[in-house]
């Protein structure tokens, strides 16, 4: 079993950066991928980036890629998501998610945490 807990969000500035970090909890958890998803208003759930158990892989959505950054903490049982040159597009609710891959298919992730807010203002 792996319990997810990000935190982070806030109220931003277009440009700006904001970092969340999703605590796990779990014996297990460093076999496991780790993923970022983000819900808009109105709009479905999408990936916006994952890491693969090892840290050896990472994949990110192309409206992400260049400005966002997954990665584990040395500890092992945090996962990061440093978010630069933010922009108002980017404002949803973002989850941590666990799998046994790196996929950017949703229903492929078996824990989830209960997200956190970002929001960036023009």
């Known amino acids: 079993q792996v319990q997810l807990v990000e935190s982070g969000g806030g109220l931003v500035q277009a440009g700006g950066s904001l970092r969340l970090p999703c605590a796990a909890s779990g014996r297990t958890f460093g076999n496991y991928a780790m993923g970022w998803f983000r819900q808009a208003p109105d709009k479905e759930r999408e990936f916006v980036a994952a890491?693969?158990?090892?840290?050896?892989?990472?994949n990110y959505a192309a409206s992400v890629k260049g400005r966002f950054t997954i990665s584990r903490g040395n500890a092992k049982n945090t996962v990061y998501l440093q978010m630069n040159s933010l922009k108002p597009e980017d404002t949803a609710v973002y989850y941590c998610?666990?799998?046994?891959?790196?996929?950017?298919?949703?229903?492929?992730?078996?824990?989830w945490g209960q997200g956190t807010q970002v929001t960036v203002s023009s």
């Open positions: 998610a666990a799998a046994r891959f790196p996929s950017v298919i949703l229903n492929e992730y078996d824990y």
């Open positions: 890491l693969s158990w090892d840290d050896g892989y990472t």
